[in-house]
């Protein structure tokens, strides 16, 4: 049996993924800030990652999920802090779960990495310049890491999801969130399970040709 590492675990798309993966036979792991998850840590602190990934034993396949909207208003308004923490999180902490895993999954020569990153990452939202600048990131670490591991039979994938309905997204404001659902062609929002179906795949076998790309789920929204 495979195992697995979900950051974000315990909500949203990471939940969504949870569960997917259980149901496809692998040992899930999740990992979480919040009580309740197996193993609770902060992806932003990189000495508690180390530990908590060496606690797991072998890991296959990360996916990680955990990640903030940060700050919602012009850019001329965000805060050092704000900006700061937007990316200790998104970014950092990919960086550092990656880090941590893939010396194992090198050696044992499989691993599946999935790094969920946002159609704003390509796009760019407005007044959301911290978490479209940070999704940006995740989508050129994926690339280069991709690229790095080609040949050693460990695949690393993104997503880049539009809005999709999560807890995350429920704390959206309303006039942002209409926005962002006029872009969508389809009309209206995607769900986590829709997202983790994808997620599976990268995850598995069958996703052997495909590495450092970034796989949209928009509803038609892509640009590129």
Not at 16 to 43: E, H, N, Q, W, Y
Not at 168 to 188: F, G, Q, W, Y
Request: proline share 5%.
């Amino acid at each position: 049996m495979r195992t697995a590492i979900v950051t974000g675990g315990l909500s949203g798309l990471g939940e969504a993924c949870a569960t997917r993966l259980r149901a496809d036979g692998v040992r899930v792991v999740t990992f979480d800030r919040s009580p309740g998850a197996d193993v609770v840590v902060d992806v932003t602190v990189p000495e508690d990652v180390a530990r908590a990934v060496a606690s797991v034993g072998p890991v296959d396949i990360l996916v990680n999920s955990a990640g903030i909207v940060g700050p919602n208003k012009p850019l001329w308004e965000v805060s050092d802090a704000e900006w700061r923490t937007t990316f200790d999180v998104n970014v950092n902490g990919i960086f550092s779960m990656c880090r941590s895993v893939v010396p194992g999954m090198r050696e044992q020569g499989w691993g599946r990495i999935v790094n969920i990153a946002s159609m704003a990452g390509k796009d760019g939202n407005p007044n959301l310049s911290a978490y479209s600048a940070s999704k940006a990131a995740v989508i050129g670490l994926t690339k280069s890491l991709g690229k790095e591991l080609a040949t050693s039979g460990v695949l690393v994938n993104a997503i880049a999801p539009a809005v999709i309905a999560t807890p995350m997204n429920a704390t959206t404001a309303p006039d942002v969130l209409e926005h962002l659902i006029s872009l969508i062609p389809m009309r209206r929002l995607g769900t986590a399970e829709e997202v983790a179906a994808l997620i599976s795949w990268l995850a598995s076998d069958e996703c052997s040709f495909s590495t450092g790309s970034v796989y949209d789920i928009s509803g038609g929204r892509a640009t590129y």
